[in-house]
């Protein structure tokens, strides 16, 4: 969450971080947080974690940018302020080389390390947690989606991801799995990789804050139906077919009759054929807009009002939107992943491949349907039977 101050709403890993967060400093047990800063690194003890949760929360402000921080021009300004009241806050902090000997000083014997970022996955990371007498140290893997679909990822990526993972598998006690079909991808590559540790299957939570229509743009004209698709636009997330669908959409309907697309989700990276495409329809001002950096209410909103959430994402680890529309009781169409079956059960609208005629007709279904689940539906709530953080912490504390 700290390297992403300043950088929009949250993502699905800052929500389970801030999930984490807001339990630990719930609970009376003695509780600390590690940062990696470009300096080092820096421990805090509670009261530095509730100053800087207030801060991410926007319950308080970051303070002024330190000397220290005045020489770290590589970090955004928002970061710099960051990591200045970190400084102003610390039990204790330390270059690199140190760390294991600042744990050892400041840690209970027996205290548990929580990692559940993808973050911090480093040799020396463990091996200082190691140095601190029977500590146990946990992971929670999100997803093996850079090793499945390489493809899809940045230059390098799966190779650093794939690094990460072996520390995983060589360093953890306990690796902890967002779903059984994130569980099963990791303890197959784990098995290649010489060790599988033990593992739990922990469903994420599940919440949204009521949807707030004051939170979306003035300007998004949602007066006629519109379906939904929320998340980073990225070759994986497969909104190339969602344009295919909707240029078929347009050839077969009468102008009037075709329902917006609205894209809520910032532009990722290397699709700049399907950024083209985005563009050409924004001019002609048909029936596809896209939104960026829409609050969790605003959000809530979009869905909310909605015909129904698509989803045609080749891979997910858990897949949030789904699961947050089907607790909202809209209708959700996407594609036939093991996750969403596990998560959402019969719930969705399922549609097992990449022909753009199938998907077509499932939204044109789902448009002439005046029976579909909507917003407020306490049956299509109850059927979706959508995990709770307190579930999830029931399965996690109870083994850490």
């Known amino acids: 969450m700290i390297s992403r101050v300043g950088r929009g709403p949250d993502t699905g890993i800052d929500r389970v971080e801030r999930a984490y967060l807001q339990r630990l400093l719930a609970e009376t047990e003695p509780v600390f947080a590690l940062i990696r800063t470009s300096l080092g690194y820096i421990l805090l003890d509670r009261t530095g974690m509730v100053e800087i949760a207030k801060r991410l929360d926007g319950e308080a402000d970051w303070g002024k940018t330190d000397l220290i921080g005045l020489l770290t021009r590589k970090a955004t300004p928002a970061r710099r302020r960051a990591q200045a009241d970190l400084r102003r806050f610390a039990l204790a902090r330390c270059r690199t080389g140190r760390l294991a000997r600042m744990l050892r000083r400041n840690l209970p014997r027996g205290c548990a390390y929580l990692n559940v970022g993808h973050s911090n996955l480093r040799d020396e990371v463990f091996a200082a947690w190691r140095a601190v007498p029977e500590a146990r140290v946990a992971v929670l893997v999100h997803d093996t989606i850079p090793l499945d679909f390489p493809q899809h990822q940045r230059p390098g990526m799966a190779a ?49 804050p009521p949807p707030d229509p004051a939170q979306l743009p003035p300007e998004l004209d949602l007066s006629k139906p519109y379906f939904v698709s929320v998340g980073t636009i990225e070759p994986r997330k497969r909104y190339d077919l969602l344009l295919d669908v909707w240029e078929a959409l347009v050839a077969d309907m009468p102008p009037d009759d075709v329902p917006r697309l609205v894209i809520a989700g910032h532009r990722g990276w290397a699709d700049p054929a399907l950024f083209r495409r985005l563009d050409a329809a924004a001019l002609r001002g048909r029936a596809i807009f896209e939104r960026t950096g829409l609050s969790d209410a605003g959000v809530a909103a979009l869905l909310a009002g909605s015909r129904g959430l698509l989803c045609p994402s080749e891979a997910e680890g858990f897949g ?48 002439n349907n005046k029976k579909a689940r909507r917003f407020g539906d306490e049956q299509a709530r109850s059927q979706a039977k959508v995990p709770t953080w307190d579930d999830h912490f029931n399965i996690v504390l109870k083994l850490t």
Not at 195 to 202: H, I, T, Y
Not at 348 to 363: G, L, M
């Open 160 to 208: 650093r991801f794939e690094a990460r993972m072996r520390r995983v598998a060589r360093h953890v006690d306990l690796a902890i799995y967002n779903s059984a079909a994130t569980r099963d991808d990791a303890e197959r590559w784990f098995g290649s990789f010489g060790r599988c540790p033990d593992g739990v299957v922990a469903h994420l939570g599940v919440a949204l």
């Open 320 to 367: 949030l939107p789904p699961a947050e529309a089907a607790l909202l009781g809209v209708p959700v169409i996407c594609r036939n992943l093991a996750v969403y079956r596990e998560i959402l059960g019969d719930s969705p609208v399922y549609v097992d491949s990449d022909d753009v005629y199938s998907w077509a007709q499932s939204v044109r279904r789902l448009m």
